[in-house]
T-cell receptor
Framework: KNQVEQSPQSLIILEGKNCTLQ??????????LRWYKQDTGRGPVSLTI?????NTKSNGRYTATLDADTKQSSLHITASQLSDSASYIC??????????FGKGTMLLVSP | DVKVTQSSRYLVKRTGEKVFLECVQD?????MFWYRQDPGLGLRLIYF???????EKGDIPEGYSVSREKKERFSLILESASTNQTSMYLC??????????????FGPGTRLTVL
């Protein structure tokens, strides 16, 4: 079954600290994996996209990794800010088909 | 910048009413999507469209229909609203010409409550 599992479900960290969000998938055949950020009351916005050949990709303080062998991805946030408080959604594309969404990790950055 | 707009941010309807949710994108995107988002379930695809007058069922099409008469507009229709359709509805669009892959650009969402 094609699934995307994210952990943890929710996370609270202090401002300035780092954190890592996890995404495990069983989607096959794999096409790409994308991380979205969704602020409360708004639609998701794409942060990064990872293809099979990419191991690491950065977007400012966000760094995504992909291990296609173990079918795992992570999103690392460095020096967190209050504006990082959001839901982070992992999305995997299967072949040329539609997307499989994870349920998201809710991150709260506390002052 | 791509802009996807949805006709309402908040909507309250009664059971049995016919409900129209409108979505408009301004970037000449070929593909448009309707999702619903519920706590603990994430985003689930209702319908999508790859071209004008074309529609495909997603994972949960029951109780919904769609219309795409113009390229920029994609409408979601609840023929007879029910309480289990209370949800956040998100519209998205994407382009076949996207060099970054298939980025989906989302609207702000419509929070629908069916009483």
């Amino acid at each position: 079954k094609n699934q995307v599992e994210q952990s943890p479900q929710s996370l609270i960290i202090l401002e300035g600290k780092n954190c890592t969000l996890q995404c495990n998938y069983t989607v096959s055949p794999f096409s790409n994996l994308r991380w979205y950020k969704q602020d409360t009351g708004r639609g998701p916005v794409s942060l990064t996209i990872m293809t099979f050949s990419e191991n690491t990709k950065s977007n400012g303080r966000y760094t995504a990794t992909l291990d296609a062998d173990t079918k795992q991805s992570s999103l690392h946030i460095t020096a967190s800010q209050l504006s990082d408080s959001a839901s982070y959604i992992c999305v995997v594309r299967r072949g040329y088909s539609t997307l499989t969404f994870g349920k998201g990790t809710m991150l709260l950055v506390s002052p | 910048d791509v802009k996807v707009t949805q006709s309402s941010r908040y909507l309250v309807k009664r059971t049995g009413e016919k409900v129209f949710l409108e979505c408009v994108q301004d970037m000449d995107h070929e593909n448009m999507f309707w999702y619903r988002q519920d706590p603990g379930l994430g985003l689930r695809l209702i319908y999508f469209s790859y071209d004008v007058k074309m529609k495909e069922k997603g994972d949960i099409p029951e109780g919904y229909s769609v219309s795409r008469e113009k390229k920029e507009r994609f409408s979601l229709i609840l023929e007879s609203a029910s309480t289990n359709q209370t949800s956040m509805y998100l519209c998205a669009s994407s382009s076949d010409r996207d060099s970054s892959g298939d980025t989906q650009y989302f609207g702000p969402g419509t929070r629908l409550t069916v009483l």
